[in-house]
C-alpha cells in the first residue's frame, strides 16, 4: 500500500526558507520508473507542477522557480525534502506530494497548508 | 514550455447525461496526457494516464481519448459524485509538467 505525508510549517514569514518533507511508505525511490513530485495549489486556483526527483536522483524543477527549489531524497529515511528560498505571499497555498510513475501522480499525499505570515 | 488550455471553464450538466471536458496543449506532446479529479477539500485523484489508460479502480464511464495536441475525457453517465474539478497534466519530455487551468463540472 503506497501512502504519503507532508510535513512542514504552517506559517512562514517573508524572505524565509520553507522546508517541506515527504514521508512515504510502500515503495522505493531506487526503483527504475519511481519518482516523487510537488504540486502546489493556492486557494481556489488551479495546480501548479514544481519538482520531481526520479530514482537515480534525477531531479526537474519548474523553469520559472528552479532559483528558489531544492529537491532531495533522504533514502535511509523514506523522505523526499523540498526547500523553497525567498518566500512571498504568493506561494501560499497547498502543497501536495506525489508518487509519480514515468510520468503521471497515481498517489497523494492529503497536502499541507501553507501561510505567509504577512 | 508546453501551455495546457482546458475548455471549457466551467460545464454545467445533469446526472445521468453525459460530460466532455477538452485539453489542448500548445505543442505535441504524444499521448503523455493524465487526467485528475479533484473534489472539495480533497487531494487531486489520478483518473486517466497515457491520454486513454483508465488507473486502478476507476470506473468505465471515464474515458480519455486523443494524441498530439488534443485531448478529450468524456463521462458517459454523471453519478453525483463526479461533480468536482477536472485537470489536464502533460508529462512529455522537459518540464514544467504543468496542468490546465481547470474545468468546474457543476450540476445543473
Not at chain 2, 20 to 38: D, F, G, K, P, V
Not at chain 2, 50 to 66: E, L, M, N, Q, V
Request: charged share 15%; hydrophobic share 30%.
Amino acid at each position: 500500500q503506497i501512502t504519503l505525508k507532508e510535513s512542514g510549517p504552517t506559517v512562514v514569514k517573508p524572505t524565509q526558507t520553507l522546508t517541506l518533507t515527504c514521508t512515504f511508505s510502500g515503495f522505493s525511490l531506487s526503483t527504475s520508473g519511481v519518482g516523487v513530485s510537488w504540486i502546489r495549489q493556492p486557494p481556489g486556483k488551479a495546480l501548479e507542477w514544481l519538482a520531481l526527483i526520479y530514482w537515480g536522483d534525477d531531479k526537474r524543477y519548474s523553469p520559472s522557480l528552479t532559483n528558489r527549489l531544492t529537491i532531495t531524497n533522504d533514502t535511509a529515511k523514506n523522505q523526499v525534502v523540498l526547500t523553497l528560498t525567498n518566500v512571498d505571499p504568493m506561494d501560499t497555498g497547498t502543497y501536495y506530494c506525489a508518487h509519480t510513475l514515468w510520468g503521471p501522480c497515481d498517489y497523494w499525499g492529503q497536502g499541507a497548508l501553507v501561510t505567509d505570515s504577512s | 514550455e508546453i501551455v495546457m488550455t482546458q475548455s471549457p471553464a466551467t460545464l454545467s450538466a445533469s446526472p445521468g447525461e453525459r460530460a466532455t471536458l477538452s485539453c489542448r496543449a500548445s505543442q505535441s506532446i504524444n499521448i503523455n496526457l493524465a487526467w485528475y479529479q479533484q473534489r472539495p477539500g480533497q487531494a487531486p485523484r489520478l483518473l486517466v494516464y497515457h491520454a486513454s489508460s483508465r488507473a486502478t479502480g476507476i470506473p468505465a464511464r471515464f474515458s480519455g481519448s486523443g494524441s498530439g495536441t488534443e485531448f478529450t475525457l468524456t463521462i458517459s453517465s454523471l453519478q453525483s459524485e463526479d461533480f468536482a474539478v477536472y485537470y489536464c497534466q502533460h508529462y512529455n519530455a522537459r518540464p514544467p509538467y504543468s496542468f490546465g487551468q481547470g474545468t468546474n463540472l457543476e450540476m445543473k
